[in-house]
């Protein structure tokens, strides 16, 4: 708790009344959520101005395994944004093949140093952006993998691709299984990795389907065009898996829950247990399911987006 322990407002934040970990409250979440647009660790990754460059974005189209050192890799706020425009295209048009256009700069390139460029995007490259850069900026490690350094980050997003421009499947179906509540069937599909040789990427499909559907659901034109309905609870509809949750679910329980017995172990993904999509859904489902029993059980109703951040952001 020691990065909030110095702030003046600490006084006024709410704690366990034997422990020292933040209640789930109307206040600390306002609280959090302030602090969170101002900590410049988190406020780039929001911003959807927070552009790449030309040569981030020709790394991505080439799909490279080198080691590159730019600066403006794009946030993945910008970079959902780019996913959600496109999606609208494709989903008016029906051609996969669909490209926007931005316009960005150059970055080392001296003899065009700040010149702006317009550049087209195609789906491939803006998965390609999307998928990098959540990982990078939520150290879910899609690049620890046997065979090179950047194999897990692209097989992901090939995975993705795939089920877009698949027949069968295509944009709409990936989006109304986005964010349709109680269904989590892309949590299975991203998670099974490509290869043998390759994590599970079960932390990294709820963040990126969190992420991806909160900011579908906030776009007021892609509601019209993909029909779907916040009345029926199609927004913030997921809680992300990760090391921080997981370590300090117990605690909140123990609190809200009233002496239920629930183990924390079984909350856990195991990758030698869960081996398929299914079991993987179902597992994600009691995962999912606690947190929305200890949510519903607070006497101030807060989001799950604000629940995720309060657990996670005071236990850093």
Known sequence: MSKIED??????LDFFKE?????????N???IEAVLMIDSRYKD?????NKPSVEYVEYLKEESDKKIKLHRYGSSSYWIKQFIEIAKIIKDKKNNSEKILDTLTYEKKKENENQEINIKLD????INGVVYAIDRENSTHLSAHQSGNTEGRRNVSQKIYDYIIDKQNGIEK??????????FSLIGYITVPKNDDENFHYSFATKFCKYVSNAFTSDIEAKKIFKFDKSKDEDDKYYIYDNIIISNIGYYINEYLNGQKIEVKKLKFDKKKYTNEKEIIEQYRKFYNCLED???????KITRNEMDHIIWYSNK
């Open 174 to 183: 990936f989006v109304k299984q986005l964010i349709k509540k109680n269904e």
């Open 19 to 27: 422990n020292e970990k933040l209640s789930l409250t109307r206040n």
């Open 29 to 31: 979440a306002d609280f």
């Open 7 to 12: 702030n003046k407002y600490y006084k006024k």
């Open 294 to 300: 200890i949510r519903n059980n607070t006497t101030e």
């Open 123 to 126: 789906l491939k490259t803006i």
């Open 45 to 49: 990754s929001n911003s959807r101005i």
